[in-house]
């Protein structure tokens, strides 16, 4: 890569990985929800079970990244997950069974996992040669990509809703959604398969000194971070439904999920100051608190100015308790330790965000309210802050020895 621009090129490309795992196949789903609720005849419960299932492929996939890595090659390896992730959502609006639906979910995550982890790889090995500050740039703008996808998606998916001829091509509404979202995802997939012939698979990293290593150093961060994925993810999966339960039309309804994207992609230039006063733990119980309160306003104050606010709010803060969450355990452990921390880390929090979206539609089930199963999310995301609070970090400037 000759330039600094060819860099920038490639990981606006391979932000392709976030666009289609994040934007279009996880949190694109709230935007169809209501409409496959409603003409399929789920529960809460059975639609928060779509998302249960993306999470689920989404921890497996993750699980099994390294090794396919190693094996097929990295770059190879994240151009696979993308077309995965692509036919799933092409296979989503194939289909009106629960069971195929539950399987298509489940596949745009493993694919997802693929394409998400080993785009990062690619672009912070782009990143390798140049100053931090540099690499920090490349990264920005690859998990920018979540944030574009969401956009995108909010732009169109309910312009298509509004506009959509009823039993077009022998399609519903939602299934034409679908189809669109897929069309996105092939022409990313094809923009990230052309550029990715410019990069340089990582090197195999160093085996990690093989120990049994304490995994309570990270304890309490783990647990907490736990709690951010039982938490978030609600949110992302049925806030829109909640909002046209309110009466919120589909024209407001794209503009408030324009509003997340915009805000999930700049939100680092808010929060990352903060991160780097404050550390990673304390910085991730103030992000959880903060996101707390933005998932609760909705319900609190159902009022048009009140939406808008809670969606910059979480849009703005979701994607920064990750880096939080990043900088704690790098600051916590070793270097020698840092990639088993981080993926323990990861872990615990696949496992609360696979619980999360189906306990939400349970518990909305059970109450016979959507609010109150936002309610419920933000109530945990406070547990999680407070779970977190013992956890010890080394002060600002030092990292663990």
């Known amino acids: ?10 990981a606006l490309a391979l932000s392709a990985g976030p666009l289609l795992s994040l934007g279009l196949a996880r949190f694109a789903y709230a935007l169809l929800l209501p409409e496959m609720r409603a003409d399929l005849g789920w529960t809460w419960s059975q639609a928060g079970a779509l998302n249960t299932a993306n999470a689920a492929g989404y921890l497996v996939g993750a699980l099994v990244t390294a090794p396919m890595a190693r094996r097929v090659g990295t770059a190879r390896s994240f151009v696979l997950g993308a077309w995965v992730c692509t036919a799933a959502l092409l296979l989503t609006a194939l289909t009106e069974e629960y069971a195929v639906l539950l399987l298509a979910r489940t596949a745009a995550g493993v694919g997802g996992a693929w394409a998400f982890l080993l785009g990062a790889a690619l672009v912070a090995a782009a990143g390798e040669a140049g100053a931090p ?38 399609m519903q509404a939602w299934q034409l959604g679908w189809v669109a979202l ?27 000194e093989h120990r049994t290593w304490e995994r309570g150093r990270v304890g309490w961060l783990s647990a907490g971070y736990t709690f951010f994925g039982l938490g978030y993810i609600a949110y992302l999966t049925f806030v829109i439904a909640f909002l046209q339960e309110q009466g919120v039309g589909l024209r407001t309804v794209a503009a408030f999920w324009v509003v997340v994207g915009v805000a999930a992609s700049a939100g680092w230039f808010v929060w990352g100051p903060v991160i780097g006063r404050l550390g990673g733990v ?45 900088v704690g355990v790098r600051r916590v452990l070793p270097p020698v330790l840092w990639t088993s921390g981080l ?31 936002l309610v419920l999310s933000a109530a945990l995301l406070v547990v999680g802050a407070v779970v977190a609070l013992p956890q010890r970090e080394p002060p600002t400037g030092r990292a663990a020895a």
Not at 148 to 161: R, S
Not at 344 to 373: C, E, I, K, R, Y
């Open 282 to 326: 304390r910085s991730m119980q103030l992000l959880m608190v903060v996101l707390a309160a933005g998932t609760v306003l909705p319900v609190l104050v159902p009022q048009t100015w009140a939406f808008f606010l809670s969606a910059a709010v979480v849009g703005g803060t979701f994607l920064s308790v990750v880096t939080a969450m990043t």
């Open 133 to 170: 500050s540099r690499s920090a740039l490349l990264l920005g703008l690859y998990y920018g990509g979540a944030g574009g996808g969401m956009t995108v998606a909010g732009l169109l998916v309910p312009w298509l809703l509004d506009r959509a001829p009823e039993g077009a091509a022998g």
């Open 343 to 373: 993926a323990f880390a990861t872990v615990a929090f696949g496992v609360g965000q696979t619980v999360g979206p189906w306990l939400t539609g349970w518990f909305s089930d059970v109450v016979g309210s959507l609010g109150a199963g």
């Open 1 to 10: 890569m000759s330039s600094r621009a060819d860099r920038l090129l490639v």
């Open 182 to 208: 897929a069309v996105l995802g092939t022409l990313a997939t094809l923009v990230a398969a052309v550029t990715v012939r410019a990069t340089v698979d990582p090197a195999p990293p160093e085996a990690e």
